[in-house]
């Protein structure tokens, strides 16, 4: 499966944006689908996944802020992200696995596909 990811940009503290995660290739409905975030001299970190149950996982520090969901239909997972904060600002990354088991999908070395990455920037 390939992965792209879009929806990046620049916004303000307070604002919101949407990111995409589109999939070619058939069954996505059964993959895993993680969102990951690297801001620049950090680690890449755990956002959000979505397992094809539709049940969803998030990391403690995004809760309430972030919103993952799914849209098999369309091979597509999204990411709502409202009141963002300028330490939000990073490379999104969305990542995609066919057989990651429950208490993995917070690493990102158990997931086999991975978008290219969309830059967000928050301003203060």
């Known amino acids: 499966v390939q992965l792209q990811a879009s929806g990046g940009g620049l916004v303000q503290a307070g604002g919101s944006l949407r990111l995409s995660c589109e999939a070619s290739?058939?069954?996505?409905?059964?993959?895993?689908v993680g969102w990951f975030r690297q801001a620049p001299g950090k680690e890449r970190e755990f956002v959000a996944a979505?397992?094809?149950?539709?049940?969803?996982y998030y990391a403690d520090s995004k809760k309430g802020r972030f919103t993952i969901t799914r849209d098999n239909a369309k091979n597509t997972v999204y990411l709502q992200m409202n009141s963002l904060k300028p330490e939000d600002t990073a490379v999104y990354y969305c990542?995609?696995?066919?057989?990651?088991?429950?208490?993995?999908?917070?690493?990102?070395?158990?997931?086999?596909?991975w978008g290219q990455g969309t830059l967000v920037t928050v301003s203060s």
């Open positions: 990542a995609a696995d066919q057989s990651i088991i429950l208490t993995s999908m917070t690493s990102s070395r158990y997931y086999a596909y």
């Open positions: 290739g058939r069954s996505f409905s059964m993959y895993v």
């Open positions: 979505i397992r094809r149950s539709g049940h969803t």
